[in-house]
């Protein structure tokens, strides 16, 4: 690539991609007092009832608000159903702060982000999105927020908004990654290529489907982008 080339665009999903959201969130609530087998009955609730309500912003039934704000009001209903301790959601409100790196994530965004441009696109608020970015040493030159565009992925207008963001000409497409099947058929329909990283939690694809790169973690993704797997 010599410095006149233009830049390829990488667009990184952040939560489930480069963090382990479930595992941390479960970690973070059995530190206020529950089991592991408790916690994790309550962070598949926790996330599952957040995602119902991204659903209704996407489909129109209910009007946006950030995620922060989707956390709090599910924390205290849990917490109101006694399936939290009293108290607990005002602890766990900014849980999504401190979500771990899976290990490959800050050497490889690392990695990446010396090759090509990395964009982080997310569900997650700005303020998340920051504060992923310092405690877990994410690298991206920038990133953007359902936050920003007033809905949830897998709206097309989330996707379209970072196309629009992070096109360059002479570039191609920007490229999605992501270790969900559903965020990158989403990005696909909107014009975006498509990278692939599995990840436990994560929505692999049906039999039978491809996209554009299958990798096996960023290290790997980083050397089949260098070595041309775009084309």
């Not at 436990?200 to 070595?227: I, K």
């Amino acid at each position: 690539m010599t410095s006149t080339t233009p830049r390829p665009v990488l667009v990184l999903d952040v939560l489930g991609t480069l963090v382990d959201q479930a595992g941390s969130l479960a970690a973070q609530v059995r530190d206020v007092g529950l089991d592991a087998a408790a916690a994790e009955r309550v962070v598949e609730t926790w996330l599952a009832r957040v995602a119902e309500r991204e659903r209704a912003v996407v489909d129109g039934r209910e009007p946006f608000e950030p995620s922060h704000a989707l956390d709090r009001e599910v924390l205290a209903g849990l917490v109101d159903e006694g399936a939290l301790p009293a108290g607990a959601d005002a602890r766990l409100a900014t849980a999504a702060h401190r979500l771990s790196p899976w290990p490959d994530s800050a050497a490889g965004t690392a990695r990446l982000d010396r090759d090509f441009t990395v964009v982080g696109l997310s569900n997650a608020d700005r303020s998340t999105l920051a504060a992923l970015r310092d405690g877990a040493g994410l690298r991206w030159d920038g990133a953007l927020s359902a936050q920003d565009v007033g809905t949830y992925k897998p709206a097309p207008d989330l996707y379209a908004a970072a196309v629009e963001a992070t096109t360059v000409p002479g570039a191609g497409a920007p490229v999605m990654v992501a270790a969900h099947a559903w965020d990158l058929r989403a990005a696909a329909e909107v014009g975006m290529r498509t990278a692939y990283v599995p990840r436990p939690q994560g929505d692999p694809p049906r039999p039978g489907e491809t996209f554009d790169v299958h990798a096996a973690d960023l290290g790997d993704l980083h050397e089949q982008l260098l070595a041309g797997a775009l084309g």
